[in-house]
């Protein structure tokens, strides 16, 4: 229903059209930005379900191969052998941005190249299950990471999905049917108004025009 508050002129109905030009193209440009929003969202999904899979079965196998280790080595040479790790992880965060949201990038580098150069003890008293389990999280790390990112992203990228879809939906279902009633108010008040005007134009004119008769008439009395 029109807002009937609303001045009818035509200086208010011609920037109500501007006003509707601009929520029109925002409107779809918001839908276009939600659509591709929702496609690289769906995308991060999938791979942070693949992720998390991994990752799972990398801890779950880092575990087992601890458990194993455990049982086949004496508690105080355990941790005798994981005291003081022999590789060091500098993890470095940063933002990219897709579509206006700031999604986290998680970028890591270790003290020394070398892949394998991950065990801080001697192998003469330690067994071969928790040499699996070292290099099983070693191995899990970039996944880990990665999975990170992922979910902070996926989480990032659903709170501005469901902002954006507000908006679009205040636009479509809300400002702009609002403006369009307006407009249409308008424009009918002021048509209303230039009828009114046309009809008091013409009885004016009629009026005028009976004047004249009448004048030309008292005109030709006074002759005859």
């Known amino acids: 229903m029109a807002n009937t508050n609303v001045n009818p002129t035509r200086m208010e109905l011609t920037r109500l059209k501007k006003k509707l030009v601009t929520a029109t193209r925002g409107h779809k440009l918001l839908k276009d930005k939600r659509d591709e929003l929702m496609r690289q969202f769906l995308d991060l999904v ?14 779950a196998a880092a ?4 458990v194993l280790a455990r049982a086949g080595m004496n508690d105080e040479v355990l941790n005798v052998a994981l005291m003081a790790p022999m590789q060091e992880v500098y993890l470095e965060a940063s933002n990219r941005n897709v579509m206006s949201v700031e999604i986290p990038v998680f970028e890591y580098k270790t003290r020394t190249a070398d892949a394998n150069n991950i065990y801080s003890y001697g192998y003469a008293f330690t ?15 970039p996944e880990m990471l990665r999975l990170a990112e992922c979910e902070k992203s996926c989480q990032l990228m659903a709170a501005e999905i469901e902002k954006t879809r507000r908006r679009v939906n205040a636009l ?8 369009q ?28 025009l009976e004047q004249a008769h009448h004048y030309k008439e008292r005109q030709n009395e006074e002759i005859a």
Do not use: C, W
């Not at 575990?63 to 601890?66: A, D, S, T």
């Not at 009918?188 to 009629?206: A, G, H, P, W």
């Open 172 to 179: 479509e279902h809300v400002m702009i049917p609002d403006m």
């Open 63 to 66: 575990n087992k191969n601890f």
């Open 127 to 141: 067994s071969a299950d928790l040499d699996s389990a070292v290099k099983s999280l070693a191995d899990i790390l």
């Open 181 to 208: 009633d307006k407009i249409k108010y308008i424009t009918m008040k002021l048509d209303e108004n230039e009828r009114s005007t046309q009809i008091r134009l013409m009885k004016v004119k009629d009026m005028m």
């Open 46 to 59: 999938r791979e942070n379900k693949v992720l998390r899979e991994k990752v799972e079965a990398g801890i």
